[in-house]
């Protein structure tokens, strides 16, 4: 990991509040798929650097898909291409791919993504391609969105939107079942990730979660991003912040 | 290097406390973990020293909810001092993290007399360079900060300290005190060895929509760049009044921000916000006041320590 200032290609909107930023990659360093960075534009304002997920790494570019949700991201959103941006990372623990295939010959590996839960995905089905037969169910408020980035990578895909305007309506937990694949990873909003643990777990398929938390330093050092764990309370920046569902605890 | 220029660069250099610091900017604790996080960026032996994650005698789990909330300039943490106990620190971290820094600063909590004497007892006699006994911490019941409050809870606490303390002792204090200088003189008085100040502001955030405090614990500690002007102040009311070093603190981000400090009466200062803000930002301190002395002709601190 390092800290430097990176170069903005590309800043588009995909989807309503919906941004992916490419950078150029000028360090090229190894980079896990579900491993995130921490992004500040150059202004004072506000302080904190913030955590997105990569979204893909490709001919030394960084892809970053994020939602506008606050001042942060509303700064990241208004970069346009040659203005630069302080970028420290890659940081945390990513999806272990060797784990997630194991031993058997083309596991069925399930991604389960809610809203802008989607962003760690492409890289992660770009890695997993070839090695395992990989499926995805994105559920999203409306309009789907990010979907036709990875239909390359992955083998089926079934989507649910809250309002009905595509696929099944209603949650994405309606359009899979945990026991017609060997393992299943989930991004997205807290209540999806319980509901999906919890569908694991009945079924006993192994489960797999990518955590999003408010951090500060992003590095492990201020242990302001931690949660419950089986193993006490971790910090999803420097332990995650991908984790063993069975290791999560979510409060009631 | 030739000798003209060798003797145009500024000797950043500090002594607190018998001990002395290449340079005097320390990571402030609670900001740089127990020193390793900082070595993906820079080695933590460029640093004056550092100061640890605050021990207590057992370990601690810290707070539940919400620990962060960002605000205009500022940032307000209730962390709740998550550490692993002193015990694991001595036996476990302290072997990895000895060779960091030539000053390592433990930094102690605890929340009644006998937790701060066996938990400062226990790190003191082991390798560290300093104790700094945290009577400030704003997040947890009783674990620091009701120390800080009262002159006479503060004196009482590191004169029940002092004995156990086989290291230097740096006593760090709260803006939150009713009178800090009063607070200030007293503990100097009890043995202290040197001051840290400040710690966080208690302060508050609401959630408007759920109708609550956004931190559990109702209030929060800020820092950052929105609390330097008061630091500052703080800082040279506490530096004039005692006879012990100061190492001041509060919403530093630039060379220019630590000049200030000095100037304010600090012998040394400490950063925390502005390193988790971008991991790289204390050596650049560091660089930033060796250009400012050396544009300004300022060949060591003690020149312009405390001339506000």
């Not at chain 2, 921000?257 to 204390?282: N, R």
């Amino acid at each position: 990991m390092t800290t430097d200032l990176y170069t903005v290609i590309s800043n588009k909107q995909v989807a309503p509040s919906i941004f992916s930023m490419t950078v150029k990659d000028h360090l090229n360093l190894p980079v896990q798929p579900g491993q995130f960075h921490m992004l500040k534009t150059l202004a004072a304002e506000p302080l904190l650097p913030r955590p997105l997920s990569i979204n893909d790494v490709e001919n030394e570019t960084l892809t970053f898909l994020y939602e506008v949700k606050g001042d942060g991201t509303k700064n990241l959103a208004a970069l346009t291409t040659g203005q630069q941006l302080r970028i420290t990372g890659p940081l945390g623990q990513g999806f272990n791919i060797d784990g997630i295939v194991g031993n058997a010959r083309l596991p069925k590996v399930l991604l389960v993504a809610g809203g802008i839960g989607i962003a760690p995905f492409k890289y992660l089905a770009r890695s997993l391609a070839k090695k395992a037969t990989v499926s995805l169910a994105a559920g999203f408020r409306s309009n789907p969105y990010a979907i036709d980035d990875l239909k390359e990578f992955v083998d089926d895909i079934k989507i649910a939107t809250e309002d009905g305007s595509y696929g099944v309506e209603g949650r994405v937990t309606l359009v899979f079942n945990p026991v017609d694949f060997d393992v299943v990873i989930a991004c997205g909003p807290t209540p999806m990730m319980r509901a999906v643990k919890e569908m694991c777990k009945q079924a006993k398929v192994k489960c797999i979660l990518s955590m999003e938390a408010r951090m500060a330093c992003g590095i492990g050092a201020c242990l302001g991003c931690t949660i419950r764990t089986t193993k006490g309370m971790l910090r999803v920046c420097a332990d995650g912040p991908v984790f063993d569902a069975n290791e999560v605890i979510f409060n009631d | 290097m030739t000798k003209e220029s060798l003797a145009q660069v500024p000797d950043l250099s500090v002594d607190l406390c018998k001990i002395t610091l290449k340079n005097p900017v320390i990571a402030a604790s609670g900001t740089c973990g127990f020193g390793l996080e900082l070595m993906h960026f820079y080695h933590p032996s460029v640093l004056g020293g550092f100061s640890t994650k605050g021990l207590t005698l057992y370990p601690r789990p810290g707070n539940h909810g919400i620990r962060l909330h960002e605000t205009r300039a500022g940032l307000m943490n209730s962390i709740g001092l998550q550490n692993p106990g002193t015990e694991v620190f001595v036996k476990e971290i302290l072997p990895k993290i000895r060779g960091l820094t030539n000053c390592l600063i433990a930094n102690v909590g605890g929340s009644d007399f006998d937790d701060y004497i066996e938990a400062v007892e226990m790190v003191s006699a082991a390798d560290v360079d300093m104790i700094e006994l945290n009577i400030s911490c704003p997040n947890v019941k009783c674990g620091g900060m009701a120390f800080g409050i009262r002159t006479q809870d503060a004196a009482a606490i590191v004169k029940a300290v002092r004995p156990a303390c086989k290291k230097p002792l740096m006593v760090k204090l709260s803006p939150n005190a009713h009178d800090l200088v009063e607070v200030a003189l007293a503990v100097q008085d009890e043995g202290a060895d040197c001051l840290s100040l400040v710690n966080t502001f208690s302060a508050l955030a609401i959630d408007v929509y759920t109708r609550k405090p956004v931190f559990n614990n109702v209030t929060a500690g800020l820092s950052g760049p929105a609390i330097k002007p008061i630091a500052l102040r703080m800082t040279r009311d506490v530096a004039k009044a005692v006879q012990i070093p100061v190492v001041g603190m509060g919403g530093i981000e630039t060379g220019i921000d630590a000049i200030e400090f000095i100037m304010a009466g600090a012998t040394a200062v400490q950063v925390g916000t502005a390193g988790m803000v971008q991991p790289d930002i204390l050596p650049k301190i560091i660089d930033e006041m060796a250009q400012f002395m050396a544009s300004q002709g300022i060949s060591n601190l003690k020149e312009i320590q405390g001339i506000i």
